[in-house]
């Protein structure tokens, strides 16, 4: 089940900005991307069970990762890559930034940069000071080329770094480099076709493709893995979550060029399915589904796929079986307990079937409480909440909403504070709408934005 949700991000960058980006949420891409992480973390001596890794919603060949241990990968690197090795040597890649704590000594980088900067400020404006204006300036421009080539510098090191201890990882798993120097191959086809120059990175935040080929080969050719092929039974998820993300994010058209008719595969299927469904095409669509879930009746996805067209096309009684079966056989997967409850929520009709409407709720419940970042599931429960007459929980589920989005602290730390006001003082509820309002509160004033109600007084 594909979810949309908006998160703020801090990209590392030499100027770190938030910027928001759309994170696609969908349990079957999330469990392969974790299965792939599993070995190469524990190669890394990190715990997987502290990774988060998410998929956004971009077109553009690139993962990153931010601060703790947080791994985002592109939704149009998964498309483009050639089989699941080159997503495990991305994603050893990017746990060697992790491992090699490269969030943390960002500051490292920065520093002796700002350092440079700042001496060729005083310089200049000391040369200005008498009277030397055309060298003031040109003393303060090149403290600022300075300080860029120090940070770039800084910035490819610990590139060159994460590569190698990529590579480490994936002789320690087993698994073949191949993949990590294809998808270097085809950075470097991508370099060559925007005329990059091949030969000096000196104005680059990474070494070019060409470099790191060099660098790599070698220990990767020499590990018993190198001739080994990918996992079959990974290649085949992979391939699965691949069609579903075609078919969820590109045209009818160009997904039907992709998988024709003909082809009758699992990803075929999945592909097909989401893109007729997205089109338009209600009827074609669940024909696809049903497909897939008679095939593979034991399958939690399959089932989940059928439930989802069927419950979007506005089929809900007919959507609620096969979400059912979904939620049982994938153990209650909290992304598939949401849809679930999604569904008994419509089928509620405004509150007046009480036993569907309790379900809803339960299943709900369930699933923020494994999953918080689901921010459709704290929306349905606001509606729940409203049917039922609680005003106080409504604003508790505004407010980890908008905690969530990346919106306005203050409309958070105000629907906080709303349900604060009516919930049981010290509950389990009151508790986590106290945490968000503190949170909100402290991100108003790293924020430096004023406060939109004159006159408040903070809360004892």
């Known amino acids: ?22 994170i696609l949420r969908d349990a079957e891409t999330e469990m392969l991307l974790h299965d792939i992480a599993r070995p190469l973390a524990r190669a890394a001596g990190l715990d997987p069970r502290s990774l988060q890794i998410l998929l956004v919603g971009d077109s553009s060949i690139n993962a990153f990762v931010t601060g703790g241990q947080n791994v985002f990968f592109h939704s149009g690197l998964v498309v483009a890559a050639r089989d699941v090795n080159e997503v495990q040597g991305v994603m050893a890649h990017e746990l060697g930034h992790i491992a090699g704590g490269h969030n943390v000594r960002f500051t490292e980088g920065v520093r002796p940069a700002m350092t440079f900067s700042l001496l060729g ?39 060159s770094r994460a590569d190698q201890a990529g590579a480490a990882y994936l002789n320690a798993a087993g698994i073949s480099g191949r993949g990590l120097i294809r998808f270097f191959e085809q950075l470097m086809g991508d370099e060559y076709r925007l005329a990059i120059p091949q030969t000096n990175s000196y104005n680059r935040t990474h070494p070019l493709s060409g470099e790191r080929i060099r660098a790599l080969e070698q ?4 590990s018993p893995a190198w001739d080994r092929p990918p996992d079959p039974a990974l290649q085949a998820r992979y391939a699965r979550v691949r069609g579903k993300l075609l078919g969820y994010l590109y045209p009818l058209e160009t997904v039907l060029k992709v998988y024709p008719e003909t082809d009758l595969s699992e990803p075929a299927r999945f592909a ?3 893109a007729r469904h997205r089109a338009g095409f209600a009827a074609e669509a669940i024909a696809e589904a049903e497909a897939v879930a008679r095939a593979r009746p034991d399958d939690p996805f399959a ?15 007919r959507a609620l079986p096969p979400l059912r079966e979904a939620v049982r ?28 409407l309790n379900e809803a709720e339960r299943l709900l419940r369930t699933t923020v409480q494994r999953d918080r970042r689901n921010p459709q599931a704290w929306t349905q429960l606001a509606a729940i909440w409203a049917m039922k007459g609680d005003p106080p929980r409504v604003a508790l589920a505004t407010a980890e909403r ?10 958070a730390r105000r629907a906080a504070e709303q349900a604060l006001a009516g919930l049981p003082r010290g509950s389990p509820d009151w ?30």
């Open 272 to 274: 097909r399915a989401y």
């Open 1 to 22: 089940m594909w979810l949309l949700g908006l998160i703020l991000l801090w990209v590392h960058g030499f100027a770190p900005a938030a910027r928001a980006q759309v």
């Open 329 to 356: 056989l994938s153990g209650g997967h909290p992304l598939i307990t949401g849809l679930l409850g999604q569904a008994l929520l419509q089928a509620a009709e405004d509150g007046r079937n009480a036993q569907a």
């Open 402 to 411: 908008l905690s969530l989005t990346g919106g306005d602290p203050r409309l």
């Open 431 to 460: 508790l986590r709408a106290e945490d968000i309002a503190l949170a909100a509160q402290g991100e108003i004033e790293r924020l430096g934005l004023k406060d939109t109600e004159p006159g408040r007084r903070p809360r004892s």
């Open 219 to 222: 220990a990767l050719k020499a």
């Open 303 to 317: 089932q989940e796929l059928l439930g989802q067209i069927l419950l979007e096309s506005g089929e809900i009684r």
């Open 121 to 159: 400020l005083l310089a200049g404006a000391a040369a200005m000071a008498l009277g030397a204006g055309e060298a003031g300036m040109a003393a303060m421009a090149l403290g600022q080329q300075a300080a860029q080539a120090r940070f770039l510098a800084f910035s490819r090191e610990q590139e």
